[in-house]
């Protein structure tokens, strides 16, 4: 059975910094490309980055370009994303799902149950 | 960057009845690479279609995915209480981002 644990959510300053983890089970991590997605509160599904399955190509959405950090570690079946100068806007639970495919174009066919993230004074 | 225009925003039908949301791309969608998620409320969103009309495991076939370039549909048959839900649709055609549209709410009566 597929599984995806987020965890490192929290309260945070604006500003300040995070790193959220997702440990994976189930399926061989290191073939397939990983995906964060966020949700503000009430509000809907927004894509955050991609990793491919080596870790040689990234890609973020232009709303975290240059403070979010996706990276992953192959041997330890666990998925990261670093975010630094954290916004009020960030504020979302943020899901890490997995392709579908290796290629990272690809729908996301497992999903974690999420990580809450409050940036807030 | 793609941007997808789900409509309508809120859809309201009878157990029994048919389901007609539709997603739109602001551009074509390359390869037909556009996926349907369902997401209830409190949970993580589920995939329900991908490549444009190819079920997911498990999903039962009351849902279908159909289009091409701009234009894209999922239909839901034979409505049920469960499908209560809100509806997203996302690219993933060519390059990142992989953006998702915004939404359609179906409730159940």
């Known amino acids: 059975e597929v599984q995806l644990l987020e965890s490192g959510g929290d309260l945070a300053q604006p500003g300040g910094f995070l790193r959220l983890s997702c440990a994976v089970s189930?399926?061989?991590?290191?073939?397939?490309?990983m995906t964060w997605v966020r949700q503000a509160p009430g509000k809907g599904l927004e894509w955050v980055s991609v990793?491919?399955?080596?870790?040689?190509?990234?890609y973020n959405a232009d709303s975290v370009k240059g403070r979010f950090t996706i990276s992953r570690d192959n041997s330890k079946n666990t998925l990261f994303l670093q975010m630094n100068s954290l916004r009020v806007e960030d504020t979302a639970i943020y899901y890490c799902?997995?392709?579908?495919?290796?290629?990272?174009?690809?729908?996301?066919?497992?999903w974690g149950q999420g990580t809450l993230v409050t940036v807030s004074s | 960057e793609i941007v997808l225009t789900q409509s309508p925003g809120t859809l309201s039908l009878s157990p029994g009845e048919r389901a007609t949301l539709s997603c739109r791309a602001s551009?074509?969608?390359?390869?037909?690479?556009l996926a349907w998620y369902q997401q209830k409320a409190g949970q993580a969103p589920r995939l329900l279609i991908y490549?444009?009309?190819s079920r997911a495991t498990g999903i039962p076939d009351r849902f279908s995915g159909s289009g091409s370039g701009t234009d894209f549909t999922l239909t839901i048959s034979r409505l049920e209480p469960e499908d209560s839900a809100v509806y997203y649709c996302?690219?993933?055609?060519?390059?990142?981002?992989?953006?998702f549209g915004q939404g359609t709410n179906l409730e159940i009566k």
């Open positions: 990793i491919n399955y080596s870790g040689g190509n990234t």
């Open positions: 996302q690219q993933y055609g060519s390059s990142p981002p992989y953006t």
């Open positions: 799902a997995k392709g579908r495919r290796s290629d990272w174009r690809s729908s996301l066919d497992s």
């Open positions: 490549d444009a009309s």
């Open positions: 551009q074509s969608v390359w390869s037909s690479y």
């Open positions: 189930g399926f061989t991590f290191a073939n397939y490309a």
